[in-house]
């Protein structure tokens, strides 16, 4: 049994020790809003929130998550309000296939979390090796900067 702490909520699941902890997400709690894209932590769609710091999920074992707090894109979804950076991304219309964007998503929170005023070179660093091929780069880093504007 694995016990872990995701989107504020305990959960003891019978898992493998080896199993990566995203598919424990999708396929064994259901929360697909976290995507496989590489499977060697190389392009970020797969990126979560450990204790505040954006990771791969895709190639790191669920035992080394226990005890610490799991912050998935679906804790951030309120069909009340959207989460600053979730509403910079509609506004600037980054999305296109959508794909990366959880991954996306998750890591510039992490960014503001920490630098609430990033500059380019701060944005350029958080972003770095999240993929999107469909090139919207220049909308994701207007987005960041937009959302580090909101009060």
Known sequence: MINLKINNQQHQLEAPASMPLLWVLRDLLGLTGTKYGCGIGQCGACTVLLDGEPIRSCSLPVSAFEGKSIQTIEHFANSEKLHPVQKAWVEEDVAQCGYCQSGQIMAAIALLDKNS???????????????????????????????????
């Open 117 to 151: 005023k990033p500059s380019e070179e701060d944005i350029q660093g958080a972003m770095n090796g999240h993929l999107c091929r469909c090139g919207t780069y220049p909308r994701i880093k207007k987005a960041i900067q937009k959302a580090a504007n909101y009060e």
